[in-house]
């Protein structure tokens, strides 16, 4: 086994790949950064200010593949003798590729529904074999980020069982796996759901949209919370229970939701210890020690952020909904019937951040309200009694320590945008976001400021003392993730 492998892999898929010219072994099919990381190799790329960058706190990892730039190592499938190279984020390819593209393909339904986690998957499971779905999901998998667990989950049981039992679909639903939505356009008395899977354009067209679209990890500040080795939570479950690979041999867990991972390292017996406070991440290439405020420093070489994870508010306001701030984080205005607009639905973390069974119900909720606007029976004042009995989370709105970092080293955005560098527009005097956007790039990059918006809010509030709930959130613009010009050209 590979030295932070930790289960046995199959022997048929062992494949040989060279990594800056030195052979590694790894399994065909297996993710380039999880590959690397079992050989102990954490740094992947380079960013534009000659940062070195791991995989698994921001993202993308642009790496050169038998010669060809700029492809996504971070979603990179191993197949055998494949040569790979690190690449800096600003080296771009001599000759662009351009084809002709392929025919769009559209599909027409009753529902479209925006993610398969437990919303989206009890959404189906309420409408499904009575109106045409389509269940959009642009991972390889069902079950969002509850595919990702191994411990026993709160009205559900075991969550693969759980999941795998929700799976099975009736005539008229149709799965789209690895399938990214870009946006919800109005389109008549349909909405435009264009989406694409692979170099494939694919456009939904849907009475009813469901933005099952779930939540994203917290990016904690910390001076080199950009090193290689720093994990956000849901990519440390991923590498530990997706693909059987230990984040390190001695990890920190940083955050204020620890326990959201402890359970999972103590299941695998994997070394850790706590640390409330980070300050900085030092080391050569790759986490080797973590030193808190108090000065303590902790000999590690992974370190887990665990801070909670926020609604993702870019498909809600992309599509005109409007936010407020409750329970330490943006969500959107609903109405009784759980809409941010007539037709178009939101439910499950991307309403607010709760357990995996409240946000199926919640699924369940809009899918029965998706019946009755459609004439069919339904009972969904049965879902929201059950869902008074579970609260949101509250987070915890962090202090930063502005004064006490040195903030060219800690990442707001993964984009090259410090938190020195938006602190030292908002010292100005620049409180707008919009111009801090522009002025500093912050949400213009790769994330679309689905994981360094609500930094920058943070920072403007506590330097102005604006409450968080009266800054001007910018609303995001399609697409909604990275999609290659020659997929969208044609249309
Ligand atoms: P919980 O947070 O309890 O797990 P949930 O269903 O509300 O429940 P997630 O588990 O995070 O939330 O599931 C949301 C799913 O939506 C994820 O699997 C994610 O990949 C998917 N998703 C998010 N945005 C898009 C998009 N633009 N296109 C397709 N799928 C998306």
């Known amino acids: ?9 199959d022997p048929s898929k062992k494949i040989t790949i060279y990594f800056e010219g030195r052979p590694y072994e790894a399994y065909e099919g297996e993710k380039l950064p999880v590959a690397m990381l079992a050989s102990g190799v954490y740094w992947l790329t380079t960013s534009t200010e000659g940062r070195h960058r791991g995989a698994f706190t921001f993202g993308p990892v642009p790496v050169t593949v038998n010669g060809v730039k700029n492809v996504d190592g971070r979603k990179l499938k191993l197949k055998n003798g494949l040569r790979i190279e690190r690449q800096r984020y600003d080296e771009f390819q001599e000759q662009v590729e351009i084809d002709e593209g392929k025919p769009v393909i559209r599909y027409v339904v009753d529902v ?20 045409t779905v ?4 642009e991972k390889g998998w069902l079950g969002g980020d509850m595919w990702l667990k191994g411990v026993d989950q709160e009205g559900f049981g075991n969550p693969r069982r759980a999941i795998e039992r929700l799976s099975s679909f009736p005539d008229g639903v149709r799965v789209f796996l690895g399938t990214t939505a870009l946006g919800v356009f ?13 170099d494939q354009l694919i456009e939904f067209m849907a009475k009813r949209v469901v933005l099952a679209t779930g939540a994203v990890d917290s990016i904690m500040l910390f001076e080199n919370n950009d090193y290689p080795g720093v994990f956000r939570r849901s990519d440390a479950l991923e590498v530990i229970n997706v693909w059987g690979v230990a984040p390190g041999r001695k990890v920190a867990v940083v ?23 980070p300050k900085r991440v030092e080391g050569n290439d790759r986490v080797e020690r973590l030193i808190d405020g108090n000065g303590n420093v902790y000999e590690v070489d992974a370190v887990i952020v665990a801070d909670g994870r926020i609604p993702d508010i870019n498909p809600v306001t992309q599509v005109g909904g409007r936010l407020h701030f409750r329970h330490g984080y943006y969500i959107p205005i609903l109405d009784a019937e759980h809409r941010i607009r007539k037709g178009i639905y939101v439910a499950g973390s991307a309403v607010s951040i709760k357990p995996h069974y409240a946000n199926f119900l919640e699924g369940k909720l809009v899918g ?11 009972e969904p004042c049965l879902y929201e009694e059950k869902l008074k009995e579970y609260e949101p989370v509250a987070r915890p709105i962090p202090k930063l320590p502005l004064d006490g970092f040195n903030g060219e080293d ?32 912050l949400a213009m990059g790769f994330c679309q400021g689905r994981f360094c918006l609500f930094n920058g809010a943070l920072l403007v509030s506590q330097r102005s003392g604006t409450p968080m709930g009266e800054l001007d959130i910018p609303v995001a613009r399609p697409p909604l993730k990275n999609v290659k010009m020659k997929v969208v050209a044609g249309r």
């Open 1 to 9: 086994m590979r030295p932070l492998d930790l289960t046995e892999k």
């Open 112 to 131: 479209a529904v925006i993610g398969a986690g437990p919303a989206g998957l009890g959404v189906v499971e309420e409408i499904g074999g009575k109106l």
């Open 134 to 137: 389509a269940l959009i999901e």
């Open 186 to 198: 109005d389109k008549g008395e349909y909405f435009l759901v264009p989406a694409v899977k692979e």
């Open 255 to 277: 955050g204020a939701f620890p326990e959201e991972i402890t359970q999972e390292l103590d299941r695998w017996g994997i070394e850790y210890v706590v640390v409330p406070n």
């Open 368 to 378: 029965a309200y998706i019946l009755r606007e459609f004439g069919l029976e339904a």
């Open 410 to 441: 800690v990442q707001i955005c993964g984009c090259g945008v410090t938190l020195g560098k938006v602190d030292e527009v908002v010292k100005s005097g620049i409180t707008d976001l919009q111009i801090i956007k522009r002025l500093t790039h």
